[in-house]
């Protein structure tokens, strides 16, 4: 609470840092804007660049720092004995110490040293939080002292203003770029450790997929089958029958809102349809598992097949149903873009509308119909729930729609729940699952991009 209060402080500062630049601009200007280099509002965002950002930047580098150097002073102030504890022990002490100090209870009755500790971690909050609040207040205000002080007219207000903001886009992608290398890098590093344990043949190319490893050497199934070809086949197979649900119906109903349908009932479809992509994913699980599967079973029994209560069928339905949104809302948006003029030069060749959609309308629209799928793909790589409720957590290489396979995703999730340690073979499992997922995605996004580009050749 006393956080939130202290960035609505530094907001309304930085707010009136703007208008007094804002402000000043105008003064120097002598009421006539035309004076200045920039418009009188980049004089405001500029003493809002040098009251804000410092004072900002001190908040977050302040609670970055803020817990160790805590944590290292009360440690310092503990008894001897206490401070000789082992990592973990301590770390339990510590907590007490936090869970006291924020008024809630301990693991133990408090003894007077933790009561203490907790009384020093309390007071060293309160000083930080003091510290931090005049500190930052105090840049802050600097920097509109400072800021207003350099305006006049010459000032090149809109050019500091703006590279501040490259900056900013810079360090954002930079971010955004690093934290992908990581997630890779992790993945790799993780994935290798599995395939110094388990041979990567064994792994692509096994057909038998059973992780649990035995506690003892001497009990049953202690080495593990680590297979996963029937994990593969079963995502491959659900997500087939997902996007034989979702591609057809998708683009058809794009190609209906866009080309056919009416203004007024298209202002309606379209969002009722949306909605579709709103609904949780659990709530689609529980329709797949309390609707759709005993149909399925109920409806194969009444003419001679045998469909299992958790089928490969049931989840890609369900799944597909759950897509169709991804695929009509965007190739509905990029049909819609396609210039009106294509389509006038078609009608003035004599051409049809059906003929005018096939021949010129989709061919312009594929970079974004190819898109549409794509995402729509991954989408149904991806997905967990529903394959779990639905499908169950079977390994089963099989291409029988009516039996019960796994995913990817759901073995994934299903190795790495409760405390694990990840020094074993079927807790690594998951990282190299992940990294075979993450290969056939970029995969995936390759083959589209060679699409687009054949297709932009073409036609551009």
Known sequence: MQLTVLIGVLLLLTWAGFAIGRQRAHAVSGRNSRNLHSLPAYYG??????????????????????????????????PPDAQSLPPSRLSLLLNDVRNLAAGGATSATASPEVQAAAEHYRSLKATSFAAMAVVCVTLLIAGIAFGRRYIHPQLRARNLVERTIMVF??????????????????????????????????????????????????????????????????????????????????????????????????????PVLEILAGIPTVVYGFFAALVVAPFLRDGGHSIGLTISSESALAAGLVMGIMIIPFVSSLSD???????????????????????TIRRVVLPAALPGIVGSVLLAVSRAIGETMIVVMAAGLTARLTANPFEAVTTVTVQIVTLLVGDQEFDSPKTLAAFALGLVLFIITLGLNVIALRVVQKYREKYD
């Open 333 to 355: 948006d990029v049909i819609t873009a396609v210039p009106r003029s294509m389509r006038e030069g078609s009608y003035g060749l004599g051409a049809t509308q059906s003929e």
């Open 45 to 78: 965002y500029y003493v809002m660049v040098w009251c804000g950002i410092p004072a900002f930047l001190t908040v977050l580098l302040w609670l970055v720092l803020e817990s160790s150097i805590i944590t290292s002073l009360v440690v310092s102030a503990l």
């Open 169 to 270: 886009l810079i360090a954002a992608s930079t971010i955004a770029v690093l934290t992908t290398i990581g997630i890779v890098l992790s993945l790799i590093f993780e994935a290798m450790r599995f395939f110094r344990m388990v041979s990567p043949i064994e792994f692509l190319f096994g057909l038998e997929w059973s992780p649990q490893i035995a506690m003892r050497a001497d009990q049953v199934a202690s080495a593990g089958s680590f297979g996963a070809v029937p994990i593969f086949a079963g995502t491959a197979l659900i997500s087939a029958i997902a996007m034989l649900v979702a591609v057809p119906i998708g683009l058809l109903s794009a190609i209906y809102m866009a080309e056919y349908a009416a203004p007024r009932f298209r202002a309606v479809a379209k």
